[in-house]
């Protein structure tokens, strides 16, 4: 499956109770070594809070084998080539996220250090979920959260960055001011 063709769903193992004990086990410590869990920041000029929030579950590798199984195991995401000949798997709808890999790891807990990102990225979705990255002061809660992520990784925004560009639509006049579209995701 390739990203052209990401509403196919390639596993009737979807349901993380149908998954045998030992290939859940197997990609859970595979995900312990090499996945990554994460929330990244894009300027959005068209959205009411100039930032659009996105969870992201990946791993990659040169071999696509283990993006494949992990694709067909659970049933979503995408993979993709990159120029490098790194294939790449992950999962960013959120609603993917919340019903499909959150379901996945409660059932086959990761044992490394990394649980603590997943529990992160889960506790961010749900507020996602409810809309809390529609404001400024839930994305400030986003970014709080995130802070210890993946050892406070590289990222390409800094908070400073999206936390000053939040700041002027904190006043009333500001907010009065916005355009509202009303169709902000």
């Not at 193992?13 to 990609?27: H, N």
């Not at 996602?128 to 809660?141: A, V």
Request: hydrophobic residues 30%; proline residues 4%; aromatic residues 10%.
């Amino acid at each position: 499956m390739t990203a052209g063709n990401q509403q196919e769903r390639p596993s009737d193992l979807a349901s993380s109770t149908q998954i045998p004990v030992e290939l859940g086990s197997y990609l859970a410590g595979f995900t312990d070594g090499e996945g990554s869990f994460n929330v990244s920041f894009r300027r959005r000029n068209d959205y009411f809070v100039p930032w659009k929030a996105s969870v992201s579950f990946n791993i990659s590798q040169r071999d696509d084998s283990m993006c494949r199984l992990f694709q067909q195991t659970i049933g979503c995401g995408t993979i993709r080539y990159r120029k490098d000949g790194v294939c790449y798997f992950e999962v960013t709808d959120l609603r993917d996220f919340i019903e499909i890999v959150v379901p996945f790891f409660r059932r086959f807990p990761l044992r490394s250090k990394k649980r603590f990102d997943f529990e992160a990225l889960e506790r961010i979705a749900r507020m996602m979920e409810s809309g809390d990255h529609l404001t400024s002061e839930g994305l400030g809660r986003i970014i709080e959260i995130r802070r210890p992520m993946n050892n406070g990784g590289k990222r390409k925004y800094s908070e400073e960055e999206i936390l000053s560009s939040l700041r002027p639509m904190e006043s009333s006049e500001a907010i009065r001011q916005a355009p509202w579209s009303g169709t902000q995701g």
